[in-house]
């Protein structure tokens, strides 16, 4: 069996630094917004190279209150992709906003910049690119376009900490960058948790009243805020792991590059793409074959733990009916939706398990157009 993701294996490396800091906060008695929040907001915004950061609940909670804090509500429109995770166009829902779905470049799988004009409105305030599966997306298009039309900027980060667009980290590049400590991610906690990024001090400011019930001050409240505090324990987990997230990344890369070697002779199995001048972080490994739901079937029942991220685009989930974007409207987003799968891919991966997973996917490839 070859999982998808393996945490324990990097636990194996650090749980002995973790353990001893986890342990250091359970005898302090200080659980919430105290010197390891701090801490981490400082460190997280030298690594990302932001003035700020505002650690969070979650990266839902981040997009939320990335919302909140440019006053974007009821009667706008947001612009954003349908192939994400759904949590993306929630926190637009969250708001009482619409979100408007633009379709995806094939390649990247992010928002297809050039589409995007095309559904600007008089009603739309913001864009949120995601830069899924840790590649980052076409920024110098996205923030040209959001220039000339007076657009704020909300970057999903949530699976691309430490990934490089033309030499800058994704999350410093809008007017607010999103960031997810989910277990899962490429930084996760033992927990949820999640950080937002600004260089602006109001977003800054408004940001920590938001998420501690709408006050700067305690006890005085100026506006409906939430709970959204990242607790002490995983800000003390994250400060320990965050050392380690560039030669995580890089070993992620290094995998990558890998299967794509490994995948080279079988020309059904599309490996992803790179823009120029990127460093993406392989949050997930994604590749197109063809007869995909066979094959996923297939490699489940050998043990392989190959996902699809995400099997419905959003904008044909349920609870975007009310939209009325039915199948159609996003072609290339509803394609990909088809024919997408993740292989497993974490930092500390063996090549043994990579020929594994690579000869079984190509095996698998072979029998299924041999049944066709
Ligand atoms: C994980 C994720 C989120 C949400 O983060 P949570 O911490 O789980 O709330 C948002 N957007 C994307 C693209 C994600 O991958």
Redesign the pocket.
């Known amino acids: 069996m070859i999982p998808i993701l393996d945490s324990k294996r990097q636990y194996a490396t650090i749980g002995e630094e973790v353990e001893k800091e986890v342990l250091e906060v359970l005898r302090s008695g200080q659980y919430i917004l105290g010197k390891h929040n701090k801490a981490l907001e400082q460190e997280s915004a030298d690594f990302i190279g932001v003035k700020h950061t505002v650690c969070l609940n979650?990266?839902?909670?981040a997009?939320h209150l990335a919302l909140r804090a440019l006053d974007i509500g009821a009667g706008d429109e947001v612009i954003s992709t349908a192939f994400?995770?759904v949590?993306?166009a929630e926190a637009i829902g969250i708001v009482g906003a619409k979100p408007v779905f633009v379709d995806i470049n094939a390649d990247t799988f992010n928002i297809d910049p050039a589409k995007i004009e095309n559904a600007i409105t008089p009603k739309t305030k913001a864009i949120i690119p995601?830069h899924?599966y840790g590649q980052p997306a076409d920024m110098d298009m996205i923030l040209d376009i959001a220039k000339r039309h007076n657009l704020y900027v909300i970057e999903?980060a949530?699976?691309a900490i430490g990934a490089l667009y033309k030499g800058k980290m994704v999350g410093s590049f809008g007017d607010i960058g999103c960031f997810?400590?989910?277990p899962t991610?490429n930084l996760g906690a033992m927990g949820?948790?999640?950080l937002l990024t600004t260089n602006s001090d109001v977003i800054k400011d408004r940001v920590i009243a938001l998420r501690n019930h709408g006050g700067a001050i305690r006890y005085h409240h100026d506006e409906i805020g939430v709970n959204s505090r990242l607790d002490e324990v995983q800000a003390a987990i994250l400060r320990v792991k965050l050392k380690h997230i560039n030669e995580w990344n890089k070993k992620r890369r290094e995998n990558a590059y890998r299967y794509n070697e490994l995948f080279a002779k079988c020309p059904d199995i599309v490996t992803p793409k790179e823009l120029d001048d990127t460093y993406c972080v392989y949050h997930q490994y994604t590749v197109k074959i063809p007869n995909r739901d066979n094959i996923h079937k297939m490699l489940q029942e050998k043990g392989i733990g190959a996902m699809l991220y995400y099997p419905i685009p959003l904008h044909m989930q349920k609870v975007h009916e009310y939209l009325g974007m039915g199948k159609g409207s996003l072609p290339i987003t509803e394609k990909n939706t088809e024919v997408v799968i993740s292989l497993p891919m974490f930092p500390e991966l063996t090549k043994e398990e990579q020929q594994t997973v690579a000869d079984t996917l190509i095996e698998c490839v072979e029998k299924s157009k041999a049944l066709v």
């Open positions: 979650s990266g839902t909670d997009l994400t995770f949590a993306t995601v899924l999903d949530c699976q997810s400590f989910y991610k949820d948790g999640g």
